[in-house]
């Protein structure tokens, strides 16, 4: 298997927009395009961890997380559920007020602590590498892991660059407030959904 199937790989998982690329994207319009891109980065920095893990113990790792899978997918979904209730709480704070700028420390780190507790990503990665008809080497695998990291990346950068197109296009505080209280929706749904599948 290539780098470049590995690549692809990673645009075809980033591709599919989850709860994740919803945050990325709320905060590419409510704070700006740099703090969009540390959270592209903190998604991306766990997008590698999980692919480094993949790649390198699937085959131990993929079965124990099946046998765990409903627990941690309901966490997961509450932990979304509870960050969607948030931005929607605090859309309401607001009254038309520009979002609060943190560190870009606190970007990166949350959108990482977002994305570890989901097991569906790993999931996949994990799926994906055991189709590889040879155990790869340590280099290979690692190289492997890289390549779908970068896949996943490539794409987050291009949401944040399209939702820091976007909110110029809707320049107007009362959109930006509209689509960000749609991404939160989004969110939410998609917490209430990883619920329902881990009941």
Known sequence: MSQWQAFLFGITLAIAVGPIALLIINTSLQVGVRAGLSCALGATAADLLFALLAFHAADRLVPLLQAYAQPLQGIAA??????????????????????????????????FALTVVNPLTVLAFGSFALQLVT?????????????????????????????????????????????????????????????????
């Open 78 to 111: 509450l932990v979304l559920m509870l960050l969607a209730l948030r931005m929607l709480y605090q859309l309401r704070r607001r009254d038309g007020a520009a979002a609060p700028v943190r560190s870009h420390r606190h970007y990166v780190f949350t959108t």
């Open 135 to 199: 155990t790869p080497t340590a280099a290979s695998a690692t190289i492997l892991a890289g390549a779908a990291a970068a896949g996943t990346g490539s794409i987050a950068v291009l949401m944040v660059l399209a939702a820091g197109a976007l909110g110029r296009l809707f320049g107007k505080r009362g959109w930006l407030v509209t689509l960000n209280a749609l991404s939160a929706l989004g969110i939410l749904a998609f917490g209430v959904r990883g619920l329902w599948l881990a009941a």
